[in-house]
């Protein structure tokens, strides 16, 4: 069993930052392929960013250039760097783990969530 949680998210304006971080606990966290995932009213969970337990990162397009994931298996944290914060950036941000070392894009293969932090960019 693994716990996730969420924190640093809040009221930002366009243009500017977030560093969401999720604390893992329960089990050794260096083995697990992590992401952080979003998700608006009315829009269904999407994949953000993921990374695999050897460091291998992958960015949704709309993303790309702007976040950062990266993960300290020391302090079992992972986190997003988000930058160049825009509206459509407005979510729930939840982090989850899939055992194994490989990232995937659909929701259903992680199998421990957090609870998610709201992340609400003002235009």
């Known amino acids: 069993q693994v716990q996730l949680v969420e924190s640093g998210g809040g009221l930002v304006q366009a243009g500017g930052s977030l560093r969401l971080s999720c604390a893992a606990s329960g089990r050794t966290f260096s083995p697990y392929a992590m992401g952080w995932f979003r998700q608006a009213p009315g829009k269904e969970r999407e994949l953000v960013a993921a990374?695999?337990?050897?460091?291998?990162?992958y960015y949704a397009d709309s993303v790309k250039g702007r976040f950062t994931i990266s993960r300290d298996n020391i302090v079992n944290t992972l986190y997003l760097q988000m930058n160049s914060l825009k509206s459509e950036d407005t979510a729930l941000y939840y982090c989850a783990a899939r055992p194994g070392s490989y990232y995937v894009t659909a929701p259903g293969e992680y199998r421990y969530w957090g609870q998610g932090t709201q992340v609400t960019v003002s235009p």
């Open positions: 990374i695999s337990s050897g460091g291998s990162t």
